[in-house]
Nanobody, 124 residues
Framework: QVQLVESGGGLVQAGGSLRLSCAAS????????MGWFRQAPGKEREFVAA????????YYVDSVKGRFTISRDNAKNTVYLQMNSLKPEDTAVYYC?????????????????WGQGTQVTVSS
């Protein structure tokens, strides 16, 4: 089992920045690819970003490329999502995820483990 706890969400104006953090505990963090998903009201859950277990490979949905950066610190069992140039359409609940297959996440097929989610609201 892997437990994931997100933090860092909040309310920000369009053009602003937020950094989400996800602290992991339980099974060895470095064994897992880590990712972020989001779900806006009335919409399906969407893959946002993922990072390989060593951090050497990153993947992003097209709508956030150039604005969001995913990173991980295996020594701290933490994954981050730096979000810049935020837009109102980025408003959603953001979920941290862990899976032994990065392809599962990048294909938006879900993940083995999920956090409880953190709300990000971008005002226009």
């Amino acid at each position: 089992q892997v437990q994931l706890v997100e933090s860092g969400g909040g309310l920000v104006q369009a053009g602003g920045s937020l950094r989400l953090s996800c602290a992991a505990s339980g099974r060895t963090f470095s064994y897992y690819a880590m990712g972020w998903f989001r779900q806006a009201p009335g919409k399906e859950r969407e893959f946002v970003a993922a990072v390989s277990w060593r951090g050497g490979r990153t993947y992003y949905v097209d709508s956030v490329k150039g604005r969001f950066t995913i990173s991980r610190d295996n020594a701290k069992n933490t994954v981050y999502l730096q979000m810049n140039s935020l837009k109102p359409e980025d408003t959603a609940v953001y979920y941290c995820a862990a899976d032994d297959s990065i392809g599962t996440m990048t294909s938006n097929l879900g993940s083995d483990y999920w956090g409880q989610g953190t709300q990000v609201t971008v005002s226009s």
